[in-house]
């Protein structure tokens, strides 16, 4: 007996591809996510520090990209607790707010400009002075002089939070099957055929679906050689640590050059670098020693507890640093791609599982979703791929 083909495939199990999944599932759709790995285990959002800061990432933020974000950022709330009260799990959701602390006269700056943005915005954050920074966080050095309270940055716990999507797509009827590699995908009828490899070298499944969804994170060049049309995102290498021990703050902290984000069960994560170096998975010494230099210069505690990872990751990039969210062609050829989301995977993942949803399963494309359309690159033939 043939298989019915699945109302949507997903290749790609990570934060996006499972938030996505997880959209369609309430939608009504059946679906299928095809993962390379374990869930968790490759992509970005088991290594990311896991804050939702829309307007703080000033450096990369762009006005659409800063749209979406705060679109994102009002849904995060609400569906937390509806994943959570899916998969009876919980995600480390935390709304306590970014501290950005002061400890030379240019950060000073920095922080009134951040200030300014964010007020320009309707975000909630004020400017602290040394004793009131001190009297929020008691732990923090000497030397901070001054500081900004962003309320509305808030935190979740990405690897939890991958976990319990997962969860909650399979309790949603979904399928994830793990250590399955997309290695191609073929029109065929009225929707698409993916050619489907196992880790273990299993003959290659032929996965039908009506509707195909992209969401590949930092692909290896397997898939890209497999898909052309991802041929120009890139992976951003950051390098991260985690410390475990007494817990030392209770809002996430960060410098222009550093931020440490505490979680309840004592991990504190520091991150991050940010690198051109391809899929270059080593820790280096020298990345090791600037965090945990920065870290200590603003809370000289870190020092007692215990380094227990220092890992390497990826952020997936596109040209121009916005993610790539839309249909490639036309709605009703059911190729769906959403890629690219750089420093900001674990902030966009509600927005985008939602917007993708709507024009997946009800083929209602939102104006929020203009600015990242997948095929702003077409007259270089990709998304993100460099002009000539
Ligand atoms: N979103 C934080 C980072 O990419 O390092």
Redesign the pocket.
Known sequence: MTAQPADVCVIGGGIIGLAAAHEFTQRGASVTVLEAAAVGERGAAGV??G?IAPAS?VDVSHPDLTRLALASHGEYPDWIARIEAASGMTTGFEQSGTLWVAVHRDHHAWLEQLRAFQAERGLDAVRLTAAEVREREPLLAPNVSGGLLARDDWQVDPRRLLQALAVAVERGGGTITEHTAADGIERSGEGWTVLARREDDAPPEHIRTRRLVVAPGAPGPGLLDAFPLLSGLRPVK?QILRLHGDVLARHVIRTPEV?LVPRADGELVL??T?EEMGFDRRVTAGAVHDLLREARRVMPGIAELELVEARAGF?PALRDHLPAIGSIGATEDGLFVAAGHY??G?ALAPVTARLLADLVCEGRADPLLAPFDPMRFAHSGAPGEATP
């Open positions: 990311a520090a804050m990432e950051g931020y991150g991050a940010v952020r420093r900001n674990v």
